[in-house]
């Protein structure tokens, strides 16, 4: 019984005109958003493979030069492209490409495309996850708005319930009948994105890639069932299919554009991030309570030459077999970067509770939650974002102690004058990130995603009970 | 078969069912007279338990519809007055759904179109969409949906409007057989040639009352019409 109703809702649906072309127009969309999106992150992907790769020439043709010169010309860690970005830009946008490491300082990451971009392109770009997130809940809403107030006022619910139809399968089947029109649309639009992640290839591997794909697939399947489940219920609780629709845009205004703009006004009200400014001098103010590498006359440096001293057994700098400014060096980086875990900690555990506050809204907005798990699969979100400065970060301590460590032990007495041999430089490894598993994903994404499902298993619910309580007319 | 016991039903205080009392066998066609508003469609509404009572009970094959809404459906066909279908399918394919709806999913395309035949729906409109149909037409495919759900009793409201004479006749044959195959039929009209035609009772209906109830010996030559208009007046 149930199939035979989802048939015949499939029927209706694919011999209205009007289906016939929005669906053609929302899927040549999803194809345009998924080839252009695909082109995209070719290009990036080019791109930031030619600045790796000239970067590293750079380093290499440094010549003659002393160690922590070589530490302060620094090296540039770029972001490789993530294998799902051509489906969800995510932040990426707002979120700098590249980190430059150099000695002393943990930067920020740098070179956000927001900033090259016009007011226009702000507003938004054509990409799958825009598409699938804002658009294929207003076709689902169209679909599915009259299911059951269009047969009321039609009056064919009064000859249907007349039959004996139990109002559970009647639900079913319409939602059966919609997903398969649905699917019409989706499913090309997915073999055309499986299709093109094979053909991109990134530093992760295809399994993986592909295992994110199939959970991103899901996630999205899950927001789609929600907004169907609701649709439905709305459709079986009032009155008539005018209200049905004004209610069900209205739904939609809410949880796409409202509630995202309000809960992120929200969370930085209540969680106000620090100006670069500030989070700077904080981090300048614990520096010059420190010691200066560059500076041997300070406290620490002091107490630093005298333990070193002892250690050797010798009275004088000079008579050290190693290079006191080497040592020095290594010492001031290894107490700022106790200042920079400090301080970039406290700026990701605000960011977690910005995280915290959003999320919330998603109670209202299942566009929040999907949105968030889309860009935590898609490798194009915050959480990724740290991951990747952290590596950076690990790389940038690595080079600046193998140089200090060249200076302590070659300099000898030269300090700042000793040149080293170029070959130094091509023994800094070149920096390549390594993306987390999906499982470090899912774990970021488990509340948004158990959000997803209560969504769906409560609209499942709602959509059920009110079709049992229906009335005929 | 069908049975209401002292069914009342109210709308915001104003009574539209009152006390009914009544009892339908197998193969009586009870014919149900009376103006609008006098509680006809109110009657064959709480039978297919489209609204909840506010007393008594709606029985069919002795159960109260309101504990077993499913299953006392599946004994009932239902013609009302405006038969609705889906615009956009055939009518067979319309007759095909209801079937398969009411339980009949094994009935082919020849059976769908012996049901046409039985109603009077030309064969090559059966393949059209519904949307070309005139009223007389659609309630044609009404017809054939309740006789292809092969139920036990037949609760009909108005089911002849729109229909000429003609096939109001070939519907009154239609009814008559079935009554004679041991179905029960409870139908709301304003035709009072139809009532007299094939009724084995009339009952007369007026503000909710039952106010007269004319038995299978008298209906033959009793004046309908001017019994009716007595009831009227009052």
């Known amino acids: ?42 290009e990036t992907k080019a791109e930031r493979e030619a600045a790796a790769k000239m970067d590293e020439q750079t380093w290499l043709a440094q010549g003659n030069k002393n160690p922590h010169s070589a530490a302060h010309f620094g090296h540039s860690a770029f972001k490789p492209a993530a294998a799902l970005s051509y489906v969800d830009q995510g932040l990426n946008a707002y979120l700098g490409v590249a980190i430059w490491l150099e000695a002393h300082y943990q930067n920020l990451s ?13 507003f938004g770009e054509l990409t799958l996850a825009w598409t699938l997130q804002y658009l294929v809940p207003l076709l689902i809403i ?97 009155k008539s299919s005018r209200v049905a629709l004004l209610s069900l845009l209205g739904f939609w205004l809410i949880s796409s554009l409202l509630a995202p703009r309000l809960a992120s006004d929200f969370a930085e009200r209540l969680h106000p991030s620090p100006a670069v400014s500030e989070f700077w001098s904080a981090i300048n103010k614990d520096m010059q309570e420190g010691i200066d590498g560059h ?66 809204a998603s109670v209202i907005s299942p566009l929040l939650a999907v949105r968030n798990v889309s860009m935590g699969l898609a490798g194009t979100d915050l959480y990724q974002h740290r991951h990747f400065a952290e590596q950076a970060e690990a790389h940038r301590r690595k080079i600046v102690k193998l140089l200090n460590e060249d200076m302590t032990r070659n300099a000898g007495t030269q300090d700042y004058n000793y040149l080293a041999d170029p070959a130094l430089w091509s023994k800094v490894p070149q920096f390549e990130y390594a993306p987390p598993s999906l499982g470090w994903v899912l774990g970021n994404q488990f509340g948004n995603l158990l959000i997803l499902g209560l969504w769906c298993a409560a609209t499942a619910f709602i959509a059920a009970r009110a079709a049992g309580k229906m009335r005929v007319d | 078969m069908l049975e209401a016991l002292n069914l009342t039903k109210r709308y915001n205080g104003t009574v539209a069912l009152d006390d009914l009392n009544l009892k339908i066998e197998p193969g ?16 064959i509404n709480l039978f297919l338990n489209f609204i ?27 013609i009302p007055e405006q038969v609705m279908l889906y615009k956009n399918l055939t009518g067979l394919e319309n007759l095909e759904y209801f ?50 759900k092969n139920a036990e009793a037949l609760l009909l409201d108005e089911p002849t409007s729109g229909l000429d004479p003609k096939a109001g006749n070939e519907f009154s044959e239609l009814l008559k057989r079935m009554s004679g195959n041991g179905v029960a039929v409870l139908m709301a009209t304003h035709d009072l040639f139809r009532a007299k035609e094939c009724g084995t009772r009339v009952g007369i209906m007026k503000h909710g009352k039952l106010v007269a109830t004319i038995g299978a010996e008298e209906i033959g030559h009793t004046d309908l019409e001017r019994v009716y208009l007595e009831h009227m007046r009052e």
Request: glycine content about 10%; charged content about 20%; hydrophobic content about 45%.
């Open chain 1, 1 to 42: 019984m149930t199939t035979t109703i989802a048939k015949k809702e499939f029927t209706e649906i694919f011999r209205d005109g009007r289906f016939r072309w929005i669906a053609g127009v929302l899927l040549l969309m999803l194809l345009v958003a998924a080839i252009t999106g695909w082109n995209q992150a070719q």
């Open chain 1, 110 to 122: 740098s070179h956000r495309p927001i900033e090259d971009k016009t007011a226009l392109q702000r």
């Open chain 1, 142 to 238: 169209l679909l599915a708005f009259s299911a059951f107030a269009g047969e009321r006022e039609r009056g064919t619910l009064r000859q249907l319930v007349s039959l004996g139809v139990p109002s559970r399968k009647l639900a079913l089947g319409k939602a059966l009948g919609v997903a398969a029109a649905l699917a019409l649309v989706l499913i090309p639009a997915t073999i055309l994105a499986a299709v093109l992640l094979a053909g991109l290839r990134t530093g992760e591997s295809f399994g993986e890639a592909a295992l994110r794909f199939i959970t991103l697939s899901g996630s999205y399947l899950l927001y789609f069932a929600a907004i169907l489940g609701l649709s439905l219920a709305v459709s079986a609780k009032v």
């Open chain 1, 295 to 360: 500076n041997p006359s300070d406290e620490r440096n002091k107490q630093l030459q005298a333990k070193i001293l002892a250690q050797y057994n010798v009275k004088e700098l000079k008579d050290l077999p190693v290079n006191f400014a080497g040592i020095a060096l290594q010492e001031g980086e290894e107490y700022g970067n106790q200042i920079f875990d400090k301080h970039h900690s406290r700026l990701w555990a605000l960011y977690g509770k910005q995280a915290g506050a959003q999320q919330f």
């Open chain 2, 28 to 43: 009586e066609i009870f014919c149900l007279l009376g103006a609008n508003g006098a509680g006809k469609t109110t009657t």
């Open chain 2, 52 to 78: 909840a009572p506010d007393g008594g009970a709606a029985k069919i094959k002795n159960l109260d519809v309101t504990q077993h809404p499913l299953e006392t459906k599946k004994f009932v066909a239902y």
């Open chain 2, 99 to 148: 079937s398969a709806l009411a339980g009949h999913e094994n009935y082919s395309r020849k059976d769908f179109l012996n049901f046409f035949g039985q109603v009077g729906l030309p064969s090559d409109a059966a393949d059209k969409r519904v949307s070309t149909y005139s009223k007389g037409m659609r309630q044609k495919v009404g017809i054939a949906i309740a006789l292809a």
